[in-house]
């Protein structure tokens, strides 16, 4: 079953008496553990797109199924629980609080849940991503690579299915770039599904299919993976 299905969607924007038509009939499916870049064109409705598959939007028109359920029908309370349950986030910013150190910044996902068993978890996320050395660290006494590694490790402690990342390496040099892609190849051996949006033509040759915008409609929709089903 698919893990993600988007049928016909658009999503129109009222700017006063203007209408601006970010999608216009989007149509694709998604499998568990795929692993894929959405690029495009400035305007070309990436963000919208992403927006919806995270569920922080709904469609005007059209249908979006995540793991079977219609989000385009769900109250907003519905929407932030399916959110909090299947999707972890990743910014180019990186979105973490200054005042607080790592582990409390991985915790905070917990806490929304209304988790209270957090510390152990919080751990074992920041373990994943290579980081428990620096658990009591605030952001600005690490490095980009390693606040983006937290950021990661905050999208990871519910254990979701899904990962939408926007322009996760945008804010980093090549090398620590390519060491957050590492993270991420690594999360998706794990069966994690990863969805970027991205302009970095590395990130895109690393991913095993490519959903390419152009105006509001999906252009292209490009399968990196070998026909011996290895990713290249
Ligand atoms: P991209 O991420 O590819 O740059 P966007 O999804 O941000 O594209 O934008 C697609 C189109 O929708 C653009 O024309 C943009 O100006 C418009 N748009 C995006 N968000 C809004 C909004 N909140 N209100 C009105 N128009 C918007």
């Known amino acids: 079953?698919?893990?993600?299905?988007?049928?016909?969607?658009?999503?129109?924007?009222?700017?006063?008496?203007?209408?601006?038509?970010?999608?216009r009939g989007v149509s694709f499916t998604i499998a568990p553990g795929e692993y894929l870049a959405i690029m495009g064109p400035s305007g070309s409705g990436k963000s919208t797109l992403m927006n919806l598959l995270g569920c922080l939007d709904k469609p005007s028109a059209g249908t979006y199924l995540l793991d079977g359920e219609d989000v385009?029908?769900?109250?907003?309370?519905?929407?932030?629980?399916?959110?909090?349950r299947h999707i972890g986030f990743v910014f180019q910013q990186f979105n973490l609080l200054p005042r607080a150190n790592a582990l409390q910044n991985v915790?905070?996902?917990?806490?929304?849940?209304?988790?209270?068993?957090?510390?152990?978890?919080?751990?074992?996320?920041?373990?994943?991503?290579?980081?428990?050395?620096?658990?009591?660290?605030r952001p600005r006494e690490l490095s980009g690579g390693e606040q983006q590694r937290v950021a990661i490790a905050r999208a990871i402690v519910n254990e979701p299915a899904i990962i939408l990342a926007d322009e996760p390496t945008g804010n980093l040099d090549s090398r620590t770039g390519r060491d957050i892609l590492q993270v991420f190849d690594d999360l998706n051996q794990t069966g994690i599904t990863l969805?970027?949006?991205t302009h970095d033509p590395d990130i895109a040759a690393g991913c095993h299919r490519v959903l390419h915008m152009v105006d509001g409609k999906l252009a292209n929709d490009v399968n990196n993976k070998r026909p011996g089903g290895e990713a290249p």
């Open 1 to 23: 079953m698919s893990l993600i299905e988007v049928r016909d969607v658009e999503k129109t924007y009222t700017m006063g008496s203007m209408a601006v038509h970010a999608l």
């Open 195 to 197: 969805i970027t949006v």
């Open 107 to 137: 915790e905070l996902p917990l806490q929304y849940a209304g988790i209270h068993d957090r510390r152990e978890k919080a751990v074992t996320a920041l373990a994943k991503v290579g980081l428990a050395d620096r658990a009591h660290h």
């Open 72 to 84: 385009s029908q769900l109250s907003d309370d519905r929407l932030a629980a399916l959110r909090n």
